[in-house]
Nanobody, 123 residues
Framework: EVQLAESGGGSVEAGGSLTLSCVDS????????WGWFRQAPGKEREGVAG????????FYASSAKGRFSISQDKAKFTLYLQMNNLKSEDTAMYYC????????????????WGHGTQVTVSS
């Protein structure tokens, strides 16, 4: 059974950086898509960045382009999200998610979710 565990969240001042990590344990599929989502209080969850594990293809939400970078360490089954120049509007719970089927390279059809890690950006 797929289990995702996020870490790396915390509190940072505006303009600062954080790197989130997500470890996939239990997955038996080699090729799948995984990514990062976030949900701020009172707002709907939104996709931030995604990556196809086999090919390394990436995609980003417009809000993340130029500031966030998604990467992976396939040997460690770990996904990362490097976040730079953080803004107060980036404050949210960040979730790692994974899908093994569905529409690829889109923030839909994700079936497996971690419990989230909180990111708080103060201005």
């Amino acid at each position: 059974e797929v289990q995702l565990a996020e870490s790396g969240g915390g509190s940072v001042e505006a303009g600062g950086s954080l790197t989130l990590s997500c470890v996939d344990s239990g997955s038996t599929d080699v090729c799948y898509e995984w990514g990062w989502f976030r949900q701020a209080p009172g707002k709907e969850r939104e996709g931030v960045a995604g990556m196809y594990r086999c090919g390394g293809n990436t995609f980003y939400a417009s809000s993340a382009k130029g500031r966030f970078s998604i990467s992976q360490d396939k040997a460690k089954f770990t996904l990362y999200l490097q976040m730079n120049n953080l803004k107060s509007e980036d404050t949210a719970m960040y979730y790692c998610a994974l899908k093994i089927r569905g529409r690829w390279m889109e923030f839909v059809d994700y079936a497996y979710w971690g419990h989230g890690t909180q990111v708080t950006v103060s201005s």
